[in-house]
């Protein structure tokens, strides 16, 4: 292995040439440093894939380096570079005659693990993705939801810890609500984890779900804007990046925004019913909670500091009355959000922005 470096991949004026003569990746030059979720955005055809598929030596380079850890991928033994490196695609490709254990232990066992280490290793993968050990580490893929599939190929590209982790619109094929679970679910996993990933989708609000920093191509690989989401968002690259980010950019900056105290109105006299005075605010009634039928007069939906905007929004239309208290997270009301508070908090999200 070469040096340790805060840069876990580099690629270094990396250039592919498909046989027959489609440019696919013109030449470039990116890094991704260690712990980030690095998302890859852009327009079918734009070259994700093939960018990612460099890294683990699935398409040969033309011309450049990709750099993983330090080592040349040209002068690493393939088979030997993806063990060290997870892979998910779409159609995730679990083996459909092992189940759900071996598939996730098969890295481990071709790096030569115990049986108890692998089977150890095994169930705490399986509890990770959240799937109990005791109900799936027997079942075979065809037993399982295409969530569940996903779980495991994520369970199984991470079964041997590596260092580095491609994503290839691994949930694309997953139903929308099925799909915004295992985003948030695969978020927290990273952050636990702490796995360098690149993550391809077209996504865009996928991309800022989860990116630290999202890249966005376009045609041959071209890197027409790199930045965190927030700041992709508030200020997009003029031209290209701007035209696909699109119209709603505003708006797709409420999912990842948090609120903050300094957005609730100091008045916290507005008549909605729920106690100001520290008393607790019942988490049942938090937004989105709800089960069962809905009563006819629905609740007012006391919301947290550190919520997105999005339910913030979803509170404030709910309310009827453009005012919802705020708890600290430990159920101490804190203040009252507003129609004005919400949109002191976009404000502030595009600022910060402005600030790097
Ligand atoms: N095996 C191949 N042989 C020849 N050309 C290819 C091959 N694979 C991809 N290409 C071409 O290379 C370019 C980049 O393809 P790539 O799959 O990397 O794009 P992408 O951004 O991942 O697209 P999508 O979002 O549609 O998956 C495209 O023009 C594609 O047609």
């Excluded at 805060?6 to 696919?24: K, M, Q, S, T």
């Excluded at 030059?29 to 699935?58: A, F, Q, Y």
């Amino acid at each position: 292995m070469g040096a340790p470096t805060d840069d876990v991949i580099a690629f270094e004026g990396a250039r592919i040439v498909y046989p027959g003569g489609a440019v696919a990746v013109e030449g470039l030059d990116l890094t991704v440093r260690r712990h980030e979720l690095m998302v890859l955005v852009g327009p079918s055809g734009c070259g994700k894939s093939t960018t990612l598929r460099m890294v683990n030596r699935l398409v040969e380079l033309t011309s450049g380096r990709v750099l993983v850890e330090g080592d040349d991928v040209a002068r690493t033994d393939p088979v030997a570079l993806r063990r060290r490196i997870g892979y998910v695609i779409q159609h995730v490709g679990l083996f459909p005659h092992r189940t759900v254990a071996q598939n996730v232990g098969t890295v481990p066992s071709l790096l030569g693990w115990s049986r108890e280490r692998t089977r150890e290793r095994t169930a705490e993968l399986l509890d990770l993705v959240g799937l109990e050990p005791a109900t799936y580490a027997r079942r075979y893929p065809h037993q399982l939801s295409g969530g569940e599939r996903q779980r495991v190929g994520v369970a199984r590209a991470l079964a041997a810890d590596p260092p580095v982790l491609l994503m290839d619109e691994p949930f694309g094929a997953v139903d929308p609500i099925g799909r915004r679970r295992l985003q948030e679910e695969f978020w927290r996993i990273q952050r636990r984890v702490g796995t360098t990933v690149i993550f391809v989708t077209h996504d865009v609000d996928e991309a800022v779900k989860l990116g630290d920093r999202v890249v966005v191509m376009s045609k041959g690989g071209h890197v027409e804007q790199v930045a965190d989401a927030v700041t992709l968002l508030a200020r997009p690259a003029p031209g290209m990046v701007t035209d696909f980010i699109g119209a709603g950019r505003t708006a797709r900056l409420l999912p990842i925004t948090e609120l903050a105290a300094e957005d609730l109105a100091e008045d916290l006299a507005a008549d909605d019913g729920v106690a100001h005075d520290g008393a607790p605010v019942p988490a049942a009634s938090r937004a989105g909670s709800a089960v069962g039928p809905a009563p006819a007069q629905p609740p007012l939906a006391p919301l947290a500091l550190g919520d997105r905007l999005d339910a913030a929004l979803a509170a404030l239309v709910a309310s009827g009355d453009g005012a919802v208290p705020v708890h600290d997270g430990a159920g101490r009301a804190v203040g009252t959000l507003t129609e004005a508070g919400l949109l002191r908090a976009l404000r502030r999200a595009v600022a910060a922005a402005s600030d790097d």
